[in-house]
Structure formats: C-alpha cells, structure tokens
C-alpha cells in the first residue's frame, strides 16, 4: 500500500470514528477459521454454548493452564495486567522518541512462525486421516460429524491397512497412527487417546463442537521450534519405512507443546461475557473487557517483535472467543486525537491535555497523563492452514492476516507512556509467551538415553518412553519431535 493510500484509510476511518464512535468501535474485523476462510459472528460458539457458559470452562482451562505454568518471577496478577515487562523478553523502550529514534515505527521477524491445521477434535487431533481422499472431512468439507470420521477409521484400522504392506494407503495414515507405527506401539495409544477426547464430548452431548482444537499448542511451537522443511522416511518398529510429510511433524509439535506446555508469560484480562457494558461512546466499561492497556500493547509488540525479535501470541479478540495467534509483523503510524487526522510526526500527533477537548474517553484517563498521541498500527499474525502432503514447507505457504488497531497513548512528564484509550473494541485480550530458552518436554524424555541412527529403527530405550508419555501425557516424544524436526531441516 502506498503512503498517500494509507493516510487516506487512516483519515476515512478516524472521520467514521468521529461522526459515530459507537459503531467505529463495535465493527467486527475478519476472521478466518483453520482453512483461511472468513468467518463471522459467532460461528465459533453456539447460543446454546453461550447459554450454558461451556465455552467458560473451555476458555478458563485453558488459561489456568498457562497461568499454573507462569514463572513466578514474571507473574502478572490480573488486577496489575498492564506492565509490558512482564511479558516481553527485553524491555528496552517506553518513549515513543526513543522507538523512533531506533528505527522501531515498524518491524518485521525474519521467517514467519508456520502455519498448521488447529487439529480440530471433531476430525480425531491428529487421528485426522488428512491425506486420505475418502476420510468424511476430506471427501466432503463440510462434513463435521465425528461419529462418522470415528466410524470410519474404526472400519479400516491402522493395523490392518499396515498389514496389508499397501503403500499408498498406508502413506495416507494420519499423523498419530504413523507416530504410533513408528515407536512400535501395536495397540496405537496415542491414536486411541485422540479419538477417545473427541467420544466423551460425543457420549455427552452428542456431538463434537467444531472450535474445539489444539491451536493453545500451535501457536507457541510455530515459533519455538524450527519450521520442518522437507519429507522425512523413517524406519518404524517393523522395519518398514514410514513417510512423515512436513505437515505431520508439525502435527507432533502441536500435540506435544499443547498437552506439556512449558512455564509462559502472560498478561491481560479474563472477559466471559458475549457483549460486554459499553458506555455512550462505546467504550467497554468493565475492567475485565478492556484487557491489555493500549500503552502495554504498544510496548509489548514493540520491543517484542522489533528489539527481541521473537514473535508474541495474542488472543486477537476482546470477548469470550479464544484466536490464539503468533505476531509476525507491525507498522504503526500516528494521528492527532484532537483533530482525528493522520499527523506526519510525533510532534504533530501530540495534544496537551488542556488542548485534548475532543477527548470521548477524559473519564478513564490517567492522572499522571499530560500529552496523548493517537497511533494507528497495521498488525501481521500468522493463521492456521489445512495439512496436506506437500513434500516441502517454506514460508510462502504461511498464511498471514493483517488487522488494524486505533488506539491513542497517554504520556506523563518524563515522556514515558502511562496508558491509553482503544478505539475499536475488537482489540487484543491477552497476550502470552513461553521464555526464549523453554521446552515443551515429556516427563518420560529422560528415559532416552544414546543416538538414534538415521537409518535404524528407534532404540529401545526411545521406543519405551515414547510410549509411556503418549499413555500417561497424551504427548508424543520431545526428543523425537525435535529429531524429526532436525532431520527435515538438514
């Protein structure tokens, strides 16, 4: 987009912003469900999930998750959730001269986190049957009937279509059954366990809800481990050779950074509400629906993505829906909030409080406010994308969605950002990290001991533990996963 363009989306969205804040700041942005297609409303909750606050207690266990595996020494409580340095690896800058001053208005990570399917429960996890054109999903999309992907993988067993030394078919497995194949695990417990999740929601309710997944372990693995680049063969339990597509690989590191997911770093605010109290202007007046401060935001992504380098996972909606997403780039420009115009400079974004007459959110401010700078930042997030057997993985099949946030800081005397106002309440709700040097590792991983021959079968050791942790962890092997990973990178 040209520069004289993007000023002009700026000012066209600012003035709808003035003339009708209450509209401007409930606009629903797109959304994209695991395939890239646009999604809308409240697709990924039913009213009767909404009514009966299930998605509560799918949305609060997944956050105690991260929250019981929280350092403590960076632990942020909820009511003290706007500190930037409690999520970032490196906190460098909290001046908006200083960030322009390094060249930080804009940044971008080297190679996108990866994409990859949210493996949803629906289709099995990773039991999904993705390579196999007469699994239900894959025959017919639109097919999201568990019983049926149950039934028909229950018709035609692994070990049967391993027996039969059919190549073809045998290739079209799904992730958990080749993993099983491979660790020499005859009664397939890890593909069992992935069907088993999907039939106590079934036996339930009577069906599987189509949101349920593991995109929680996607999103951190896509940038914690490395990107599986090529088709590997290996050598399974039996002797026969197994191929791993990149797509399977990174089906293993979602399962394990999912289900063993490493001490995290997180900030922001719970919202179980699906329309939370707004004001006359449209703002959010619960604390807990406003989650992370414009000024937290700011800084977060700032020194995260431009001074650490390291991609970020943000929850990009404010309300009871769950996106967990990996940041991949930002660029940010300024307006002046009393005028609502895109401004050239800082200098010229910048409103002294007494001149700020404009303000449509004075009662919220922060008293050690004295300036306001209206920012409008163009954010890239990476999103999910179907598995295929695409022998190779580059970041041209990454999929990236780019959204805009309007928001304006507050700056106290020292220059130092204090807060800020959101101007459209589809904003970010938390944000989260595992440290630079975690791992999403099995207790059963020190049970390895020695190499693993490239062109051998799993040592017996391996072999052991791997199926201890798929039993006990519902997890493959870290030191497999990461082998494999090694391997379609060489």
């Known amino acids: 987009m040209s520069e004289q363009k993007r000023q002009d989306k700026i000012n066209q969205a600012l003035q709808s912003f003035k003339d009708d804040s209450v509209s401007f700041m409930n606009q629903l942005p797109g959304k994209c469900d695991a395939f890239g297609n646009e999604v809308t409303g409240d697709s990924l909750f039913s009213e009767e999930d909404i009514a009966s606050k299930d998605f509560i207690t ?36 909290s001046q908006l001269e200083d960030m322009e001053t390094a060249g930080l208005t804009s940044a971008s990570l080297s190679e996108s986190p990866w994409s990859d399917d949210y493996w949803a429960m629906y289709s ?32 035609r067993p692994a070990s049967g279509i391993l027996a039969s030394n059919d190549d073809q078919k045998i290739d079209q497995l799904s992730p958990s059954e080749k ?81 063993r997911m490493p001490p995290t770093r997180f900030i922001g605010g719970r919202c179980n509400e699906k329309e939370p109290a707004q004001d006359e202007n449209g703002r959010v007046t619960s604390q ?36 967990n997403q990996p940041i991949h780039a930002y660029s940010y ?28 959110f004075a009662a919220y401010r922060s008293s050690k406010a004295v300036d306001f700078v209206g920012v409008h930042m163009e954010l890239s997030y990476v999103i999910e994308t179907d598995p295929t057997q695409r022998e190779t993985d580059t970041p041209e099949e990454d999929l990236i969605r780019k959204v805009d946030y309007y928001y304006d800081l507050e700056i106290k005397a020292n220059n130092w950002i204090v807060g800020g106002e959101w101007y459209i309440n589809t904003h970010p709700d938390f944000l989260w990290t595992p440290s630079e040097q975690a791992r999403a590792v099995t207790s ?25 942790a798929a039993i006990s962890e519902r997890a493959p092997l870290a030191s497999i996963v990461e082998e494999m990973i090694k391997r379609s990178r060489a």
Not at 300 to 322: A, C, P, W
Not at 340 to 354: C, D, F, Q, R
Request: net charge negative; charged share 25%.
């Open 179 to 259: 993993y099983d194949a491979l660790i020499g695990d005859d009664a397939g417990n890890l593909t069992r366990i992935m069907w088993e999740e999907g039939k106590s929601y079934y036996d339930q309710y009577g069906k599987v809800e189509t949101w349920m997944g593991i995109c929680h372990g996607w999103a951190p693995a896509a940038y914690m481990l490395g990107r599986p680049q090529k088709t590997i063969v290996l050598k399974a339990a039996d002797g026969r050779d197994i191929k791993f597509y990149p797509s399977d690989i990174k089906s293993l590191a979602t399962l394990l950074w999912a289900n």
């Open 288 to 323: 807990e629906g406003f989650d992370t401060n414009p000024g937290t935001w700011h800084q977060s992504v700032v020194n995260q993505i431009g001074v650490s380098k390291r991609s970020l996972v943000l929850d990009v909606t404010f309300d009871y829906e769950v996106w």
């Open 333 to 360: 420009r300024y307006f002046n909030p009393q005028t609502y115009t895109y401004a050239n400079s800082l200098e010229e974004a910048k409103v002294s409080k007494a001149e700020f007459t404009a303000d449509r």
């Open 444 to 468: 059963y991983d020190r049970m390895v001991s020695g190499g693993w021959d490239e062109s051998e079968a799993l040592p017996n050791s391996w072999r052991v533990a791997a199926k201890q």
């Open 124 to 155: 099995g996890i990773l039991g999904k049957r993705y390579g196999d054109p007469d699994f239900p999903v894959v025959k017919d999309p639109s097919n999201k009937d568990w019983k049926q992907q149950y039934d028909y993988v229950q018709a």
């Open 58 to 93: 799918i949305r609060d266990g997944f956050r105690g998750a991260l929250e019981a595996g929280q350092d403590e020494a960076t632990r942020a409580a909820f009511q003290s959730n706007d500190l930037a340095q409690n999520v970032v690896d490196t906190f460098t800058y």
